[in-house]
T-cell receptor
């Protein structure tokens, strides 16, 4: 079975721009979670989608949003980028709480 | 105070040593995960446990629900075990992460 894939792997954006990141879960997994990892804050939960519905949300501003499609692929969007949004964004698909992480997208905001 | 605390933050060892990393949490959980992150960012889930003990090869994870404490042990450590080890707890359908333990094993 193919693992979790994320695209793009690296991205450089300018302050004020918006960005969309994509995550394809393992086939058969209906839950996709997104996480942000920064040197200062560590790993933090962004949101979780299950069957196209947001099931849970972390403590992030409304500039961070996401969605899930009928094939379980998920996207997250960050609008009006700030320097502090520079981070590694990880998604994970899960089956019965077992988490399978993607390689991450490293976003740099300049 | 963080809801998930790990110790130590940094750990160096000689190849062959027995290693223990500790995790304490203060919230109710349905499961606890031990994750491994190598330079470059990729995260691998090592264990998910909700009670007792699990073993995979040289890795052993234990959890004490009453004490709200878990340990990850590495027997006969090897330089390829060098990585950041992260404890995460499942709380109300989301993961809460510890700050990680950076392990370096020298030959």
């Amino acid at each position: 079975k193919a693992g979790v894939t994320q695209t793009p792997r690296y991205l450089i954006k300018t302050r004020g721009q918006q960005v969309t990141l994509s995550c394809s879960p393992i086939s058969g997994h209906r839950s996709v979670s997104w996480y942000q990892q920064t040197p200062g804050q560590g790993l933090q939960f962004l949101f979780e989608y299950f069957s196209e519905t947001q099931r849970n949300k972390g403590n992030f501003p409304g500039r961070f949003s996401g969605r899930q499609f009928s094939n379980s692929r998920s996207e997250m969007n960050v609008s009006t980028l700030e320097l502090g949004d520079s981070a590694l964004y990880l998604c994970a698909s899960s089956l019965r709480n077992e988490q399978y992480f993607g390689p991450g997208t490293r976003l740099t905001v300049t | 105070k963080n809801e998930v605390e790990q110790s130590p933050q940094n750990l160096t060892a000689q190849e062959g040593e027995f290693i223990t990393i500790n995790c304490s949490y203060s919230v109710g959980i349905s499961a606890l995960h031990w994750l491994q992150q190598h330079p470059g960012g990729g995260i691998v889930s090592l264990f998910m446990l909700s009670s007792g003990k699990k073993k995979h090869g040289r890795l052993i994870a234990t959890i004490n629900i009453q004490e709200k404490h878990s340990s990850l042990h590495i027997t006969a450590s090897h330089p390829r075990d060098s990585a950041v080890y992260i404890c995460a707890v499942h709380n109300t359908d989301k993961l809460i992460f510890g700050t990680g333990t950076r392990l370096q094993v020298f030959p």
